[in-house]
């Protein structure tokens, strides 16, 4: 059951690099989610799909792009790396949305440091 | 801003022993609220969940208490288990944040059980 796939699991990049975190979920979801989790911090909203070609920003969108076209695939893409993005970052998924059930599915994550 | 706010940070709770951790809000907008489980190095779970028309929930050795009129609600682990070491994050649904809703989570408390 492989549910909510996160690739890399860690990553460093330099200051001003761009890269790319891959997400793909085998469920059939059509709700997807970006979360970065800074220490102590919980969780916050970065962008979300309603389902294929549909996105949407969150709460913190600032540095970052998300594209769905497919309803498998979510990735999540840093322009211009900067140390404030140093974060890890979840994915997760789910077949009704937040506001029916308010379960997600997460990944394991992706450490992503900025130096 | 901080729309739930959970303590402690941090507990320690002997095998067989009693957890509890807080959660309150100010938005009465919140809709049904969530708690996740969370290992080291994975990603945050679905652990039960409670809507704000029912005071309590039990499911197993967890239990949520909800008080409306107080916006606060606790997480009680009875007969704590080193297994049960993790962090604990709180959350709310507001249905009116972005197109879809937003859960909202609290800044988690790390548990753990010492044998």
């Known amino acids: 059951n492989a549910g909510v796939t996160q690739t890399p699991k860690f990553r460093i990049l330099k200051i001003g690099q761009s890269m790319t975190l891959q997400c793909t979920q085998d469920?059939?979801?059509?709700?997807m989610y970006w979360y970065r989790q800074d220490p102590g911090m919980g969780l916050k909203l970065i962008y979300y799909s309603v389902g294929a070609g549909i996105t949407d920003k969150g709460e913190v969108p600032n540095g970052y792009n998300v594209s769905r076209s497919t309803t498998e695939d979510f990735p999540l893409r840093l322009e211009l790396a900067a140390p404030s993005q140093t974060s890890v970052y979840f994915c997760?998924?789910?077949?009704?949305?937040?506001?029916?059930?308010?379960?997600?599915?997460f990944g394991e994550g992706s450490r992503l440091t900025v130096l | 801003q901080q729309q739930v706010k959970q303590s402690p940070q941090s507990l320690i709770v002997q095998k067989g022993g009693i957890s509890i951790i807080n959660c309150a809000y100010e938005?009465?907008?919140?809709?049904?609220f969530p708690w996740y489980q969370q290992f080291p190095g994975k990603g945050p779970a679905l652990l039960i969940a409670i809507r704000p028309d029912v005071s309590e929930k039990k499911e197993g050795r967890f239990t949520i208490s909800f008080n409306k009129s107080a916006k606060q609600f606790s997480l009680h682990i009875m007969d704590s288990q080193p297994g049960d070491s993790a962090t604990y994050f709180c959350a709310a649904i507001d249905l009116y944040g972005g197109s879809q809703g937003n859960l909202i989570f609290g800044k988690g408390t790390k548990l753990s059980v010492k044998p």
């Open positions: 938005n009465t907008a919140f809709d049904y």
């Open positions: 997760a998924s789910s077949p009704q949305g937040i506001a029916n059930t308010g379960e997600l599915f």
């Open positions: 469920m059939n979801h059509n709700y």
